[in-house]
């Protein structure tokens, strides 16, 4: 009777020391998942949106520093200029990548929306292209060139060519130009308005003798810079591109950071590098 008293007590005892390890090692499981958990929190995830070329590619660049600060960047590639903004005004990206200050202003103007840049990074300088003429004074009477259809692209690519000599515009409209401004067109050219993002593909075009092309889409399409008929000049031109950001979070500390990360040394040389001036650095 007694040792089995002592063997009941021997197997409690036994069972109680099992339980208390049992519940120790839940405990510390529980403890390892929360800093854990801490540690995933400290990684804060930006999504931006951006043209392919140059942009996504000079994010891709900065990935890796942002990442040493905690920063986890996603880069969501369009193509094209409207989506960039209505998916940062609907809190689908935290950031967007791939316009200038005068195409936001008009985008801004049309749509209400609150967006604001955080800072210039790189300007793509705007040229005339062709798969059938190799000089200005080649273009035909009645030949057709294509521009982009958004108003501040298309009203620079008319002043382009009024630089150029193929058009005269009424005096003053300058970039705000539309193709009702052109008062000369001695050539009799056709201007036709064709989303930007498809201006590369029309050089094929049979009917079509150029084309003003914005510099990421020339790229993209295998175009070279250095080739183009005429092409802007890159000082004190007010079509940097930008990054943009709801004006809500324009004081963000980790979007501040992004905007840091593409003003570096660092990221003046990788552009300077790559791209041998069909895109210039523009801080």
Same mark, same amino acid.
């Given at each position: 009777?007694?040792?089995?008293?002592?063997?009941?007590?021997?197997?409690?005892?036994?069972?109680?020391?099992?339980?208390?390890?049992? $519940?120790?090692?839940?405990?510390?499981?529980?403890?390892?998942?929360?800093?854990?958990?801490?540690?995933?929190? +400290?990684?804060? $995830? @930006?999504?931006?949106?951006?043209?392919? +070329?140059?942009?996504?590619?000079?994010?891709?660049?900065? +990935?890796?520093?942002?990442? *040493?600060?905690? @920063?986890?960047?996603?880069?969501?590639?369009?193509?094209?200029? $409207?989506?960039?903004?209505?998916?940062?005004?609907?809190?689908?990206?935290?950031?967007?990548?791939?316009?200038?200050?005068?195409?936001?202003?008009?985008?801004?103007?049309?749509?209400?929306?609150?967006?604001?840049?955080?800072?210039?990074?790189?300007?793509?300088?705007?040229?005339?292209?062709?798969? *059938?003429?190799?000089?200005?004074?080649?273009?035909?009477?009645?030949?057709?060139?294509?521009?982009?259809?958004?108003?501040?692209?298309?009203?620079?690519?008319?002043?382009?060519?009024?630089?150029?000599?193929?058009?005269?515009?009424?005096?003053?409209?300058?970039?705000?130009?539309?193709?009702?401004?052109?008062?000369?067109?001695?050539?009799?050219?056709? @201007?036709?308005?064709?989303?930007?993002?498809?201006?590369?593909?029309?050089?094929?075009?049979?009917?079509?003798?150029?084309?003003?092309?914005?510099?990421?889409?020339?790229?993209?399409?295998?175009?070279?810079?250095?080739?183009?008929?005429? @092409?802007?000049?890159?000082?004190?031109?007010?079509?940097?591109?930008?990054?943009? $950001? *709801?004006?809500?979070?324009?004081?963000?500390?980790?979007?501040?950071?992004?905007?840091?990360?593409?003003?570096?040394?660092?990221?003046? *040389?990788?552009?300077?590098?790559?791209?041998?001036?069909?895109?210039?650095?523009?801080?």
């Amino acid at each position: 009777m007694f040792k089995s008293k002592r063997r009941l007590a021997t197997l409690v005892l036994g069972s109680l020391v099992s339980l208390s390890l049992l $519940v120790t090692g839940c405990g510390s499981s529980a403890a390892n998942n929360t800093a854990s958990t801490g540690n995933a929190a +400290k990684t804060t $995830v @930006i999504k931006v949106g951006a043209s392919p +070329k140059p942009h996504a590619e000079i994010l891709e660049h900065i +990935k890796p520093e942002l990442a *040493k600060e905690g @920063i986890d960047l996603q880069i969501k590639v369009y193509n094209d200029y $409207v989506l960039p903004n209505t998916a940062l005004d609907a809190g689908e990206i935290d950031a967007n990548f791939f316009q200038h200050q005068p195409y936001l202003d008009t985008f801004i103007k049309e749509r209400g929306l609150k967006l604001v840049s955080l800072g210039q990074v790189h300007l793509e300088p705007m040229g005339l292209y062709s798969k *059938k003429v190799t000089k200005l004074d080649d273009f035909k009477n009645g030949d057709t060139i294509a521009i982009p259809n958004d108003p501040s692209n298309g009203g620079r690519a008319l002043a382009l060519l009024e630089k150029a000599g193929l058009i005269k515009l009424k005096d003053g409209v300058g970039v705000k130009a539309t193709v009702q401004d052109i008062v000369t067109n001695d050539k009799q050219l056709k @201007i036709t308005t064709i989303d930007a993002a498809q201006l590369p593909r029309v050089l094929t075009d049979p009917k079509t003798a150029g084309a003003v092309i914005n510099t990421n889409f020339a790229l993209e399409g295998g175009l070279n810079p250095k080739d183009a008929l005429t @092409i802007e000049d890159g000082k004190n031109n007010p079509y940097a591109n930008i990054l943009v $950001v *709801k004006e809500s979070r324009k004081d963000d500390p980790n979007l501040q950071k992004l905007m840091k990360a593409l003003n570096t040394p660092d990221v003046k *040389k990788f552009i300077e590098d790559n791209y041998k001036g069909s895109v210039v650095p523009a801080f």
